[in-house]
């Protein structure tokens, strides 16, 4: 007789949605949200509202803005039942965006203890006669320790998630350059799209364009083409590490998707990834963007082809006036004969004798 299979854990997503309702009915606000922080910004991942705010899923602003920097930071109250009574709160830019009274919240930590988001909850009203809303900090630990817990079991999940594609995608690669080809870039493209979606990780997209693969075919023949993409391709695979994803889209471009990372890291890796490619003898355009919640990694990658243009014409500019810089050799004039030097007079026995007529 076989054993029924073990129920599988609730996704980050449905257990953040049952808190959310719970919250609503135990305690209600006009707003509770679960939120995440990246990239400088707190973005409201799941939330339930009644009225009065008109915030939607993955609306949000700069976390130096908000409330819950300070809650996680230990430096404002994790239950203020009046905001205007808690100076860091009262001066916060979002409350003279919105007409909040009171406000609770609770850290959402990572595995490794680092900050993932944020239960946060608000209203217009004041709360401070309201016995639920001032006994809530108990409650609200224990759910952020739960949705810590079920986002680490998350993590373990997408570890496997990610090696079963990773594995599936070594048999998509391009013959040529030894990276993924553009069939296995779309469907892990279309993979981590549905993860961003849930957990809105810090996530880039690189786009990469060879300067110089058709004058090479013109001047040096395919072969020397094909080198060059070779070289190119070993670049980038030295370049990234195992959690990155480095495709040939076609031709002379290249993609590579940063898995956690944040913009101004991807600014570091385009910084880098010119000085390795100029160290292996490669010219290429690179441009980064960050994958922003509300557009999403598709909005993302046509950023950063957009970003690549940019570079490549600049680049095209420079290259042109440093060419138009160098001097013309200027031909040198034959020095112009000097004048015969004088004869003298021939002597005989030291004194002048007169020349011969």
């Known amino acids: 007789m076989t054993e029924p299979d073990a129920p599988q854990p609730p996704s ?8 959310l309702a719970y919250l609503r009915e135990a305690v209600p606000l006009a707003l509770w ?8 910004r707190q973005t409201y991942l799941y939330l339930e509202q009644d009225s009065g705010y008109d915030l939607l899923p993955r609306d949000g602003g700069a976390w130096e803005d908000g409330f819950c920097v300070h809650m996680a930071a230990g430096t404002g109250p994790a239950v203020a039942p009046d905001v205007r009574a808690v100076p860091v709160y009262a001066a916060a830019p979002c409350t003279r965006e919105l007409s909040i009274g009171s406000y609770a919240g609770a ?12 239960i946060c909850g608000f209203d ?5 006669d309201d016995p639920a809303f001032l006994a809530l900090q108990p409650l609200l630990q224990l759910l952020s320790r739960l949705l810590s817990m079920v986002l680490a079991a998350s993590r373990a999940q997408d570890v496997a998630a990610r090696g079963a594609a ?26 981590e799209a549905a993860r961003f979606a849930e957990l809105a990780d810090p996530t880039g997209v690189m786009v990469v364009d060879l ?15 094909d080198a060059y993409l070779r070289t190119a391709g ?16 076609g031709g002379d471009a290249f993609g590579v998707l940063l898995r956690g990372c944040t913009r101004d890291q991807g600014k570091q890796r385009v910084s880098r990834l010119y000085a390795q490619l100029e160290a292996a003898g490669v010219a290429g355009s690179i441009g980064c963007a ?52 004088p004869v003298p007079s021939p002597r005989i026995g030291g004194a002048l004798r007169a020349p011969a007529a």
């Open 290 to 341: 960050s994958v922003h919640p509300l557009r999403g990694i598709l909005a993302a990658a046509a950023e950063a082809a957009a970003a690549m243009s940019a570079a490549k014409r600049v680049r095209a500019a420079a290259r042109t006036a440093r060419s138009s810089a160098v001097p013309t050799p200027r031909k040198e004039r034959p020095p112009a004969p000097s004048a015969p030097l």
């Open 33 to 40: 949200s679960v939120t995440r922080v990246e990239n400088g």
């Open 166 to 191: 990773d594995a599936r995608a070594a048999a998509e690669l391009d013959a040529l350059t030894g990276v993924v080809n553009r069939r296995g870039w779309d469907r892990i493209v279309a993979d």
């Open 124 to 128: 217009p009203q004041v709360r401070a």
């Open 12 to 19: 980050f997503e449905e257990a953040a949605r049952r808190v």
């Open 211 to 225: 300067d110089d693969l058709a004058r090479i075919n013109d001047e040096q023949g395919h072969e020397a083409g």
């Open 107 to 118: 850290a959402v930590l990572e595995p490794d203890g680092s900050l993932f988001g944020t």
């Open 234 to 249: 070993e670049t980038l695979r030295a370049a990234f590490g195992p959690g990155d994803v480095v495709a040939r889209l």
